[in-house]
């Protein structure tokens, strides 16, 4: 049980390390190379060492050196590996600890796959076992497991070289002599396969490991859909979406997760060989890279294709062009980090690859600069959503209704039918006035009076017009005024403010030529009139202003005066009250008369 529990545990972190992958922990280890010139002043660096025959400048190169050299049974060299300080162990042959080291390993070990063992000269410095040792796995004799811990010693010239520790070989039982145990793949193997070996290993150990892959993965698929089965019954949501893409996201990359555990133990438990193991631990590693970024890749797809369906569904295009674009980017970015962590996996260096990558990104990014505005353009569009399609609105000098919001440009349809395409970067960057959120519309003439006009006209006037505003069921009492706003040299001005209370632009078009006329009704009706334009010189018999209608409209004031009912400055609000819709509208005779 200690031995499975430690396997599973050693899976589960080997997923975990690549699920985060955090960066601090390749910087520090970064910076403990000999030829970095980064440093404390007070460090002094570490120099650079010839390369070691044997491949042990580093832990992994010792653990990659050994298991060669096992299996290729040659085992004075597999010697070369170890440390004997120990009197127990020195009258002991090298070959001998070395093949008594593999039979334990091919028992009862387990070493971690070549990935997670340091390819540094100094080692992992932060797993606590101090600055000259490192855990490269564990064995396990008579139920009593220890770490296998290799030794960081000076060699002839000088160089760090990394050797099983003399602990470790101390506790290694000597099983030369007499034969061991033989495992169960060995029980279980055809005897005409016996003594017959492909690179190092017994033909039997590799058909073994292929069908305990095969049997694992069944397994695993059986285990992840007896999951899905009972999920919906402990969590009913899991059968609706977006729960239900999620839930069958993790299924693959939880199956080829247990596969690997599995397939792990099951091999450590039939005793196939030690080499065989190392020799599928990066393959192992590759599996848990894929299936995380399998992982990621599905949780993407399902995540981006319910928003978009939802974008869809309200209608907003630019919204789904946005998804689209970002799916691909990021399914890009998992394809290029996955690569990368495979190919630093194999062994090779992809630092240099990371350089040119990052300068090649700059490039590009200085390349394509104005794509990128555009796209930050339109990303602050479907964020902020100053405009949606449909709205009639006015960007610059562009007045028109939006077709569409791409991720590049957005299309606007102007009033004289053609087409305008404004970039997004631009289009943000500009006053937007957009007419589909009014709420009401301005009324606001200016009338220019005759200069001949009275002060009781304007009155007459003041009261009349404001009484129109008043009494008008389409137009908002508050606020709405009339007021003498000017006395020019051509003519004397009248200012109407008020509010329409309408959504529809062709219904304020009604609305307001029924208040024109009816404005124009009463200023005929005062006795004067509007201003002619100075610059125009004309002839004819002028009426003049009418003395009849200007002595009704100055007995009319006085009558207000003599009743105190004079509405000026402002109107009282119980005139305000009896005047409100008491103006027929639509107006009489009209054809929408009978019908409201």
Not at 68 to 88: F, H, I, P, Q, T
Request: hydrophobic fraction near 45%; proline fraction near 5%.
């Amino acid at each position: 049980m200690k031995r499975i529990s430690h396997t599973a545990l050693y899976v589960f972190i080997l997923l975990a390390s690549f699920l985060i992958l955090s960066p601090e922990k390749t910087i520090a280890q970064t910076e403990l190379l000999p030829n970095d010139t980064s440093q404390n002043a007070g460090q002094a660096q570490e120099p650079v060492w010839a390369p070691d025959s044997l491949g042990r400048r580093n832990p992994r190169g010792t653990i990659e050196g050994f298991i060669a050299a096992v299996a290729d049974e040659n085992y004075v060299k597999a010697g070369m590996y170890l440390r004997l300080d120990s009197a127990l162990k020195k009258n002991q042959k090298k070959e001998n600890l070395a093949r008594s080291l593999q039979q334990l390993l091919d028992k009862d070990g387990n070493i971690l796959p070549y990935p997670m063992i340091s390819d540094d000269a100094s080692g992992i410095l932060d797993d606590n076992l101090g600055p000259n040792l490192e855990k490269i796995g564990t064995a396990s004799i008579n139920s009593e497991e220890f770490d296998l811990i290799l030794e960081r010693t000076e060699g002839p010239d000088g160089g760090p070289l990394w050797l099983f520790s003399s602990e470790t070989i101390q506790r290694v039982p000597i099983l030369v002599e007499k034969a061991p145990i033989a495992p169960l793949i060995d029980k279980l193997s055809p005897k005409s396969l016996e003594g017959k070996k492909w690179g190092g290993v017994p033909v039997p150990h590799w058909f073994g490991a292929i069908c305990l892959l095969i049997i694992t993965y069944f397994i695993a698929w059986g285990i992840t859909n007896f999951i899905l089965l009972l999920i919906p019954f402990g969590y009913r949501k899991a059968k609706t979406e977006p729960t239900l893409g999620i839930v069958k996201a993790f299924a693959l990359p939880i199956r080829l997760y247990i596969t690997i555990w599995l397939f792990t133990i099951a091999m450590q438990e039939a005793g196939i060989s030690i080499i065989l193991r190392q020799r599928f631990s990066s393959l192992t590693v590759m599996v848990a890279i894929v299936a995380v970024m399998l992982l990621f890749w599905q949780l993407l797809e399902v995540s981006t294709r319910f928003f978009e369906r939802r974008l869809v569904h309200h209608g907003n295009q630019a919204g789904v062009s946005a998804i689209l674009f970002l799916r691909r980017s990021a399914k890009v970015a998992l394809i290029i980090l996955g690569i990368i962590l495979i190919l630093d996996n194999f062994g090779f260096d992809v630092t240099t690859g990371l350089a040119a990558l990052g300068i090649g990104g700059i490039a590009l990014a200085l390349g394509a600069q104005k794509t990128m505005e555009n796209f930050v353009g339109s990303v602050t569009l479907i964020a902020d959503q100053p405009v949606r399609v449909g709205d009639f609105c006015k960007v610059g000098d562009v007045m028109g209704t939006v077709e569409q919001i791409g991720m590049r440009s957005t299309r606007i349809r102007t009033l004289d039918r053609t087409i305008v395409t404004i970039p997004n970067g631009e289009f943000s960057s500009q006053k937007i006035e957009n007419f589909a959120h009014r709420d009401r519309f301005w009324f606001h003439p200016i009338f220019n009076l005759r200069i001949e006009t009275t002060t009781d006209q304007i009155r007459y006037l003041l009261v009349e017009l404001r009484s129109i505003l008043y009494a008008h069921p389409k137009v908002d009492p508050s606020p709405a005024r009339v007021r003498f706003i000017e006395v020019g040299t051509e003519a004397l001005k009248l200012e109407v403010f008020a509010y329409i209370n309408t959504l529809n632009n062709d219904e304020y078009l009604e609305i307001q030529e029924d208040l024109y006329l009816r404005m124009l009704d009463v200023i005929t009706a005062s006795g004067t009139g509007l201003a002619m334009p100075s610059q125009r010189l004309y002839i004819t018999r002028d009426p003049g202003v009418s003395p009849e209608r200007t002595a009704e409209a100055g007995e009319q004031v006085k009558r207000w005066r003599e009743a105190g009912d004079m509405q000026l400055p402002n109107f009282s609000s119980e005139r305000i009250d009896s005047l409100r819709n008491t103006i027929p509208y639509p107006p009489e005779g009209s054809v929408f008369k009978n019908n409201s």
